[in-house]
């Protein structure tokens, strides 16, 4: 391993906790900072800390701006599986960030690599991200960058492995529905990140962790390359460290 601090909490909601403290330092320090946000199981423990401290009065997001990771190719915002009803769903609706300072891939882009570059033109127009938020896929992909021969650069768009559509099938009503295909940032767009932030809780995931930050760096393991970042966190629990 390289580079990465790593936190270990004995619990889901534990690591939810530490993670909210860095989230609430950067927005104190930096009001109008952009976020790299992520969807799946890992952060909402995290979402419901940082709904809780807005409300506590301690965290104010009407001038943060926010990009997410990634979306389905093919769901609309109304799609309740679509990346940006879960995040409506489960924390923009609850805090005070401006819905013109959100953006989600549009899943229902007809034109998709215009929509990409003005994508990123957005996150440089904003400043670039100042803290992205990783889960991580038990593939080791990281947004929807799955393994592959090299590390895509920029948002593009991806065909999903049997493993990831098998992993979110219980999303949605059978495997069928399960989009092939999504948009995602790039490793490029991630590892322009000032800091980076990866959440894993869960024994399923202790694998997958320690090939990512022990492991060769490899575009096999999309997260490996992580320990190139100059500034990565990983905090998990107890149960994904192995404990
Ligand atoms: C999806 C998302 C990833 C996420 C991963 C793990 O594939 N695109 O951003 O990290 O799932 O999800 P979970 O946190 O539910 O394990």
């Avoid at 915002?77 to 005070?96: E, V």
């Avoid at 809780?201 to 490996?224: C, Y």
């Amino acid at each position: 391993m390289l580079h990465a601090n790593i936190i270990k909490a004995a619990t889901p909601e534990e690591a939810g906790k530490l993670a909210a403290d860095v989230f609430e330092a950067l927005i104190r320090t930096k009001p109008a900072c952009l976020l790299g946000l992520a969807t799946g199981s890992t952060p909402l423990p995290l979402y419901r800390e940082l709904i809780a401290r807005e409300k506590a009065g301690k965290i104010d997001f009407s001038r943060v701006r926010s990009a997410n990771l990634d979306e389905y190719k093919g769901l609309g915002p109304d799609h309740p599986q679509s990346y940006r009803y879960f995040m409506q769903d489960n924390l923009f609706n609850h805090i005070s960030i401006k819905p013109e300072n959100t953006i989600v891939p549009d899943g229902l882009a007809t034109d998709p690599e215009a929509m990409f570059a003005a994508y990123e033109n957005q996150i440089e127009a904003w400043g670039g991200v100042d803290l992205q938020l990783l889960g991580i896929g038990h593939d080791g992909h990281i947004g929807f960058n799955e393994p592959c021969d090299h590390f895509p650069k920029m948002t593009h768009e991806v065909e999903l492995t049997a493993m990831t559509r098998e992993a979110n099938k219980r999303f949605f009503a059978s495997l069928d529905e399960v989009p092939t295909a999504a948009f995602t940032m790039g490793i490029g767009t991630v590892m322009a990140a000032r800091k980076v932030m990866l959440i894993a809780t869960g024994a399923d995931k202790k694998e997958i962790l320690h090939k990512s930050f022990f492991g060769p760096v490899t575009p096999e393991v999309p997260a490996s390359i992580l320990q190139f970042h100059p500034d990565v966190t990983v905090i998990c629990d107890a149960a994904a460290w192995g404990e």
